[in-house]
């Protein structure tokens, strides 16, 4: 009768009846909704009955409590693990407080967009303007954004953007202890504009950027150099300052990477010398989510020339016009996208805002002292891991440096593959580590170990005790 | 009446610290730090002090946030009808789902047999969002819309390059109307933006695009209903004329809205489609994100010697059912491709909350979205058509789709009442305003759209709400200017927030400004 696709009701696009549709009709002056879609070339124009023909959804509506069963079923096909994994690489299994998934599931925050009408949006903004304020305290850095997708493409944007304030340079210095994910993301973005990625090497003792490297790569061609701290083998760089400072010798831009957890107890990269800072916020109360959202970390130190080629969003502070009150507003929106358009610093719109929100209520939750403590648990956690797992005869110093909360584990000369092991592991339930002989070669069979404080000890030693059976099975020992 | 709330409230590093913790973990590790004993991270690198962060009890941590939610606004609170970004109702049923810690704890590089669950549904998702938009197969891997705009062009340079005249395709299409981030992701991409005007009808000038189409185009980048709500009749003929140079064809899905199951790009002949989970398929857009921008390609072939299609040049990970084994797996991005252009796999959380809201509609609910969509956009044309001081420009008499662009130059001309005034006076009537100043082409453009959720008493106060906004312009422009005044703080000095000077982005530079260390 009124054009309407029959038998439906559903709540969430049940907001106008029967009755309201006639009025609109009449109003607007046509018979049936389809005519409004006759502009749609006929060619084009899909039939009720061949778009209902189509595999999409079940078919049919599913009414709340089928659904919610149905999911239910579906997610209970994930394996449920004894314990967290034990696996970083970037991401890493960490407590999410209640207090952080409260706060973001409230609606005015949940459920806003982007806040293009500063005066009704303030506390989202205030919200913003804190995470990137406190991110700021973390990293002693002065500028941060209110986010990019995850550590990856910031790093990419970090790299693209250090290519425009050094304009005319064409390299740039990656070591290759630094995450081979985030280095895939800098290759896809970076490819376009011609920059040259030249990997730095690291020390095969320590597992530490080689400086030697550093210093023979460096020259007038380069425009900025990167630095993962902790780095993927979980090791602390002990020369980032060092790096840094041959970095601005040769007039390149010193980029930092970092684990914010990690900074509880390591300098800051602005106490380092960092130009440009990025980093994953996933582990500030965010769940890992399969891959996202994850919250990329983006600071700058503060200087007009670095600012203005800054990507993302930036709330700051002002007054109302009269003066009389503080408030927020987004500052230097010259720079994107919706404004510059092809010559915008970057093309990132839509962003990661209320995991920005998420971290900032988990980085008030805990305070400065909190975020050390946290850090220190995931240190005293890890090596403790370290020394069981080499009381069972495993190698665990691969590299002497000193390491956070994850370290590489050779499994070469055991008598068993590192698959072999994981499968042993996966039989009772529990998650190793990240087999990394793929991305380093030079390695063979070695696998990289996490431990957070969502581990206990009592995990811990299972992992020992189990990976200690799978050995002595390895060697033959029943 | 409408009064936002309201709290004079501090920054939380402006609060006390009273030397708290927070979070109680010790009793975990206290054994595990007997063992190890001493910190040996070396003293270089070894952080002096504790961030500058208070300590706070935890509930002044909640009643801080939750007070700054209370002034704040989203789609629970009322009508957002931002034109171009769908603000629909997202469904609690979903949330429930999609926060589910069954998804927050896995880790991305867990092995596939312990996600076959999540798999299974990530799965579905490809199948049906193809089906939707009628291509052939989709990755889930871009975080929003734009970085699905940027796996596209960079998937059009890809493609290109495998054909070997990288050189010579060098130049992206948009239209003058288009979104931002369509030029800003096309010299992401390293290619060079040409822009072709849009007609008094609505359409794409097809002259002058004609004019500019040749070997040097690499693709066309359009949204279809364009930013002005209104279907590109003639998108049959632009098809054809792109694809005689064998650029390809790239849809923005940002306004799908307005057509769900009544045309699919992929039936238009596009090559490549990015569709927007957190506008179309409900997921929340969160106050700026997260969203999920999948990209959903034609599998044409590229190297029919090589066996190579568009599909293997796509970014990031395709889950496929490996039927020997009868498990999900995950598809690496193989040599052909543009490779990663996000860590890890996607973003899961608003790519489930569209799992449950498809699942839920069907195709018949989906269907009904964009009825309702373009019902009560066109409903609201008729509203506001003759109200003085605005004007519906573009496509006169058209049918609009899911949004529709109103401009107040003859308001802004006649009293000094802007575009921008318009939205304040809307916002002290506590609705959120529509989108301002965009499309571009649009003098004092007002983009409105009221999606699928709003019921019709909705529309019209919201109608009824602009023709007072033109009255009281008209007869005291001053007071318009005052807007708005029930908002938690009155107009706001947006000059002072980006004057070199006084630019403060964070609360240490504010600081640091004042103690007279930065300039
Ligand atoms: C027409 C159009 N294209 C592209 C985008 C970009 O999408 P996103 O914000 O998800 O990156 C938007 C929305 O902001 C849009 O409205």
């Not at chain 1, 010559?343 to 909190?370: H, P, Q, R, W």
């Not at chain 2, 049918?399 to 809307?426: C, I, Q, W, Y």
Request: hydrophobic share 40%; aromatic share 10%; net charge negative.
């Amino acid at each position: 009768m009124n054009g309407m696709t029959p038998d439906y009701t559903q709540p969430w696009i049940s907001t106008l009846n029967g009755k309201d549709v006639e009025k609109m009709l009449k109003t607007i002056g046509v018979k049936s909704v389809e005519e409004l879609f006759a502009d749609i070339p006929e060619t084009y124009r899909m039939k009720l009955e061949d778009w209902l023909r189509l595999d999409i959804g079940f078919g049919r509506p599913l009414s709340e409590v089928e659904l919610k069963r149905l999911m239910d079923e579906k997610l209970g096909k994930n394996t449920a693990l004894r314990t967290p994994p034990f696996m970083g690489g970037g991401v890493y299994p960490h407590y999410v407080p209640p207090v952080v998934k409260y706060i973001i599931s409230r609606g005015e925050f949940l459920t806003a967009y982007t806040p293009y009408q500063a005066e009704i949006s303030q506390g989202l903004m205030q919200a913003i303007f804190e995470y990137q304020s406190l991110m700021a305290e973390l990293l002693e850095m002065d500028v941060v954004n209110a986010s990019m997708y995850d550590w990856g493409s910031a790093l990419a944007e970090a790299v693209l953007m250090v290519s425009r304030v050094n304009k005319g340079r064409s390299k740039f210095l990656i070591p290759k202890n630094v995450n081979p994910f985030h280095k895939r993301v800098v290759e896809a973005y970076t490819r376009p504009h011609g920059i040259k990625l030249v990997e730095v090497e690291y020390d095969r003792a320590t597992g530490e950027v080689d400086l030697e490297d550093v210093k023979n790569k460096l020259d007038g061609e380069t425009a900025g150099v990167y630095v993962q701290y902790p780095n993927f083998f979980g090791v602390i760089e002990s020369g980032v300052k060092e790096v840094f400072e041959l970095a601005h010798e040769r007039g390149a831009l010193a980029v930092a990477g970092v684990y914010p957890v990690a900074l509880g107890l390591l300098k800051p990269p602005g106490e380092l010398g960092a130009d440009i800072a990025v980093g994953e916020g996933q582990s500030l109360g965010l769940g890992m989510n399969y891959g996202g959202p994850h919250l990329g970390i983006f600071a700058v130190r503060y200087d007009m020339r670095l600012i203005r080629q800054m990507p993302g969003r930036l709330i700051g502070l002002t007054t109302t016009k009269d003066g009389s009150e503080r408030a927020f507003s987004m500052v230097l929106q010259t720079r994107e996208q919706h404004i510059r358009r092809e010559k915008a610093t970057s093309n990132i719109c839509t962003n990661e805002a209320l995991m920005a929100i998420a971290a900032a209520v988990f980085m008030s939750l805990l305070g400065g002292k909190g975020l050390r403590r946290l850090a220190e648990i995931n240190y005293y956690n890890a090596h403790y891991a370290q020394m069981k797992l080499s009381e069972i005869g495993l190698n665990t110093r691969v590299f002497k440096s000193d390491f956070f909360n994850e370290f590489p584990i050779s499994f070469n000369g055991v008598g068993v593959r590192y698959k072999e092991v994981h499968e042993g592991l996966l039989a009772k339930r529990i998650h190793g580590g990240l087999y990394i002989g793929d991305y380093y070669p030079e390695l063979g069979e070695t696998a990289l170990f996490a431990f957070t404080e969502v581990h206990s000890k009592d995990d811990i030693d299972l992992l020992a005790g189990t990976l200690s059976e799978l050995l002595r099975r390895g060697k033959g020992v029943p | 009446m409408f009064r936002q709330a309201k709290w004079n409230e501090p920054l939380i590093l402006e609060y006390p610290d009273k030397g708290f913790t927070g979070l109680s973990l010790d009793s975990y590790s206290d054994s595990t730090a007997r063992a190890v004993g001493e910190i040996r991270i070396p003293k270089g690198v070894l952080r002096d002090t504790p961030p500058n962060i208070p300590g706070l009890p935890e509930v002044e941590v909640v009643r801080h946030y939750t007070r700054l939610s209370q002034m704040s606004y989203g789609v629970d609170n009322g009508p957002v009808p931002l034109g171009s970004c769908t603000m629909k109702y997202n469904p609690r049923i979903a949330w429930w789902v999609a926060f589910d810690e069954r998804i927050a704890n896995l880790h991305p590089l867990q092995d596939e047999r312990t996600v076959q669950g999540l798999l299974e549904i990530l799965f579905e998702l490809q199948k049906w969002l193809a089906n939707i938009t009628g291509m052939d197969v989709c990755t889930l891997h871009p975080a929003a819309g734009a970085h699905g705009e940027l796996a596209g062009v960079l998937t059009i340079r890809r493609y290109h390059e495998m054909k070997g005249r990288a050189d010579l395709k060098r130049e992206i299409i948009v239209p003058d109307s288009a979104h931002g981030t369509n030029p800003a992701s096309a010299s992401m991409a390293g290619f060079v933006t040409v822009t072709v005007p849009t007609g008094e009808d609505g359409n794409i000038d097809l002259e002058a695009l004609r004019a500019v189409v040749g070997e040097r185009t690499a693709g066309l980048m359009i949204t279809n209903p364009s930013t002005l709500g209104l279907f590109e009749e003639r998108i049959g003929d632009i098809v054809k004329l792109v694809h005689e140079y064998d650029a390809l064809l790239y849809y923005d899905g940002a306004n799908l809205n307005g057509i769900l199951g009544y045309a699919r790009p992929g039936d238009m002949g596009f090559d490549i489609a990015h569709l927007n989970l957190h506008k179309t398929f409900s997921s929340p857009h969160g106050g700026g994100g997260p969203g999920a921008g999948p990209v959903c390609v034609k599998d044409r072939v590229v190297d029919e010697d090589k066996n190579i299609r568009l599909s293997d040049l796509l970014p990031g990970y395709l889950v496929v059912y490996d039927e020997e084994k009868g498990i999900y797996r995950l598809r690496h991005p193989g040599p052909h491709s543009v490779g990663l252009i996000k860590s890890f796999f996607g973003n899961v959380v608003p790519l489930v909350w569209a799992y449950v809201y498809i699942a839920s509609l069907g195709p018949q609910g989906l269907r009904r979205v964009s009825e309702h969509a373009v019902l009560a956009t066109n409903y609201f044309v008729k509203l506001v058509e003759g109200v003085r001081g605005f004007e519906v420009p573009y496509g006169k008499g058209r049918f609009r789709k899911n949004e529709v662009v109103l401009s107040a130059k003859p308001l802004a001309e006649e009293t000094g009442v802007t575009a921008m005034d318009v939205a304040k006076g809307l916002l002290d009537a506590g609705f959120y305003a529509p989108t301002v100043y965009f499309p571009l082409i649009v003098k004092e453009a007002l983009q409105v759209e009221f999606t699928e959720s709003e019921a019709i008493e909705n529309i019209e106060r919201y109608a009824e709400r602009l023709k007072e906004i033109s009255r009281v312009a008209y007869e005291n422009p001053d007071e318009a200017k005052k807007w708005p005044i029930n908002t938690s703080v009155k107009l706001i000095d947006y000059v002072k927030g980006d004057h070199p000077k006084t630019l403060a982005p964070t609360w240490r530079v504010y600081v640091r400004k004042q103690r007279g260390e930065l300039s």
